[in-house]
């Protein structure tokens, strides 16, 4: 396997350097002002020089916001987790009258995880939305929705193979609340197809308020109806 790569790398090379004419690219467009860093001018008649050194500020200046972010993020996630580690004691009293003490998390572990949790990981595709939102008068950019997207793709498909991976071999593994998992799959499901019908039905390539709002409201109603279904498993029919 190992001239594979290298002559790989070299039928690729030679593919790609077909479609330059000149040393330049025919399909190339100009770079647009960004929301954050803006675009150096000129951006015509440059020496090679200067286009590897504005390339290398560029690359500092994109490490540096992304070690920002990690920061921010590693920081979320730890006070996350002290939140809902919180335990609380409650009195009980055995059969023979005798009191104990247990101790119970304050959050419930179905609502902490469609909440704090899952904000906390997802943070950096919010935040990445909301700047390009913003930056861009309202309008989708070409990063926020294929983030989060990809990132929904990304959960979908490899963090389960990796889970189903994980398991040694001659084991079995359950899911515990399987009520909370269906409810989370109908839901799921619904916003795959909700999203659709707000892009592509009731106003193409547009969000009105109305919709906004609409599916807003849809997440407490996803909290709230797990919540029932892990707290009150009787109500489908499980002793």
């Not at 790569?5 to 790609?16: E, N, S």
């Not at 009191?99 to 609502?111: F, K």
């Not at 913003?134 to 294929?146: K, Q, T, W």
């Not at 359950?174 to 795959?192: C, H, M």
């Given at each position: 396997m190992g001239p594979t790569?290298?002559?790989?790398?070299?039928?690729?090379?030679?593919?790609?350097a077909e479609g330059f004419e000149n040393g330049t690219c025919p399909q190339s467009?100009?770079?647009?002002?960004?929301?954050?860093?803006?675009?150096?001018?000129?951006?015509?008649?440059?020496?090679?020089?200067?286009?590897?050194?504005?390339?290398?500020?560029?690359?500092?200046?994109?490490?540096?916001?992304?070690?920002?972010?990690?920061?921010v993020a590693d920081r979320f996630m730890a006070a996350i987790e002290v939140i809902t580690s919180q335990e609380r004691e409650v009195k009980m009293?055995?059969?023979?009258?005798?009191?104990?003490?247990?101790?119970?998390?304050?959050?419930?572990?179905?609502?902490?995880?469609l909440t704090l949790m899952a904000l906390g990981s997802s943070a950096p595709e919010i935040l990445l939305s909301v700047v390009e939102i913003?930056?861009?008068?309202?309008?989708?950019?070409?990063?926020?929705?294929?983030t989060i997207v990809g990132s929904a793709?990304?959960?979908?498909?490899?963090?389960?193979?990796?889970?189903?991976?994980?398991?040694?071999?001659?084991q079995v593994?359950?899911?515990?609340?399987?009520?909370?998992?269906?409810?989370?799959?109908?839901?799921?499901?619904?916003?795959?197809?909700?999203?659709?019908?707000?892009?592509c039905v009731f106003s193409p390539n547009e969000v009105e308020v109305w919709e906004g709002l609409l599916t807003f409201i849809f997440f407490p109603l996803t909290v709230i109806s797990a919540y029932v279904a892990d707290s009150y498993p009787k109500l489908f029919g499980r002793r």
């Open positions: 790569l290298p002559l790989l790398a070299v039928i690729l090379l030679t593919i790609g467009k100009p770079c647009s002002p960004g929301v954050i860093l803006p675009v150096w001018q000129p951006q015509s008649e440059l020496q090679e020089c200067s286009i590897i050194f504005r390339a290398v500020v560029y690359l500092i200046a994109l490490c540096y916001m992304f070690f920002g972010v990690s920061i009293r055995k059969i023979t009258g005798e009191p104990y003490t247990i101790l119970i998390r304050v959050w419930n572990e179905t609502v902490s995880n913003f930056g861009n008068n309202f309008e989708a950019g070409e990063l926020g929705p294929s793709a990304f959960n979908l498909f490899v963090i389960i193979a990796f889970c189903i991976f994980a398991i040694p071999s001659g593994r359950r899911i515990q609340r399987e009520y909370v998992f269906w409810v989370t799959v109908v839901w799921s499901t619904f916003a795959y197809i909700w999203l659709y019908l707000i892009l």
